[in-house]
């Protein structure tokens, strides 16, 4: 099982990035999926995530209203969308897949995101 995160970067105040993770080595359909972040000297902090079904999106107090979840099964990646993005969202950001069936989870490697004038 492999989970590769992508889109991160440097971005302005205001802007928007869009986060990949492309899943390799398993069945898409019978992971939930979401994103976790950690920031400079933070904790690690749950962003969003999604049902193995697509179905009942959660998103954080700290991006709701600014961030989508999504998934494409036939490219087996999922993805979050993050508009206006704050100083504040400045965080490496993790993609984890959790099986269904026992609870088994897997983390990629994460990717940057700076949000900075």
């Known amino acids: 099982v492999q989970l590769v995160e992508s889109g991160g970067g440097l971005a302005q105040p205001g802007g928007s990035l869009r986060l990949s993770c492309a899943a390799s080595e398993f069945t898409f359909n019978n992971y939930a999926m979401g994103w976790a972040r950690q920031g400079p000297r933070k904790g690690l902090e749950w962003v969003s995530g999604?049902?193995?079904?697509?179905?009942?999106?959660y998103y954080a107090d700290s991006v709701k209203g600014r961030a989508t979840i999504s998934k494409d099964n036939a490219k087996n990646t999922v993805y979050l969308q993050m508009n206006s993005l704050k100083p504040e969202d400045t965080a490496v950001y993790y993609c984890?897949?959790?099986?269904?069936?026992?609870?088994?989870?897997?983390w990629g490697q994460g990717t940057q995101v700076t949000v900075s004038p």
């Open positions: 984890k897949a959790r099986r269904v069936r026992n609870g088994l989870e897997y």
């Open positions: 999604l049902y193995s079904d697509g179905s009942d999106p």
